[in-house]
């Protein structure tokens, strides 16, 4: 028998970026996770570090997250978290905002196994169909989750790992609400 989807437990996994160079990929500076179970986020399961990264942290990237080189000074390698990571993603289903960043900043642990994905952009535009915007901010915003956001992680603010990363849970919710799939087969999420 299958598992029903509001019986799934989810992680919800999220990098900030040092910011994109011409012809060189974007290095992770921070990481942040935050679970789910029964459609309920579980604060205690929140996790955020910054990262060492190999390169400065571009003007922009400053701008956008907030986190400056000197933030990352003594922050461990992502290398040095996989005990870390194996234990907060392993055996949960994955949620991430345009999940292909993610995806890629894991390519760091070949053969992690991690997953089913579901990744909710693409469930959102699937369910909301018709929207001028479907970034994270705007979706939680228009679909008022905004003050749960605050109560639950009082720091909470856009383009921080942890914070994106709880508004994907939310998110995820929500469409799964909206979409009135609580009650369904797991396979139901691969299949939107």
């Known amino acids: 028998m299958s598992t029903l989807i509001r ?3 989810f992680a919800a996994l999220d990098f900030e970026s040092a910011g994109e160079r011409p012809n060189e990929a974007g290095v ?4 942040g996770i935050a679970w789910m179970q029964n459609q309920t986020p579980d604060s205690n399961s ?10 400065r942290v571009t003007w922009a990237a400053q701008q956008v ?3 400056s080189s000197a933030d990352l000074k003594n922050a461990p390698e992502l290398h040095s978290l996989w ?6 993603l ?21 053969l992690h196994g991690f997953g089913p994905w579901v990744d909710t952009l693409t469930l959102s535009r699937k369910i909301l169909p018709g929207r ?17 956001a605050r109560g639950l992680l009082p720091d909470f603010r856009w383009h921080e ?17 909206l979409a009135g799939i609580n009650d369904h087969p797991a396979e139901v999420l691969e299949a939107i």
């Open 132 to 148: 001028s915007s479907y970034a994270l901010s705007d979706l939680v915003t228009e679909l008022g989750l905004i003050d749960e």
């Open 83 to 88: 005990p870390e990571l194996k234990t907060r």
């Open 7 to 9: 019986d799934l437990p």
């Open 90 to 110: 392993g055996n949960r289903w994955i949620v991430a905002h345009g999940s292909g960043t993610e995806k890629r900043f894991l390519r760091a642990f070949p």
């Open 161 to 177: 790992a942890l914070s994106d990363s709880l508004a994907s849970l939310l998110l995820l919710g929500k469409l799964i609400e």
């Open 65 to 67: 997250h907030g986190i």
């Open 46 to 55: 929140f996790f955020r570090s910054y990262l060492r990264a190999e390169r």
């Open 28 to 31: 992770p500076i921070q990481i």
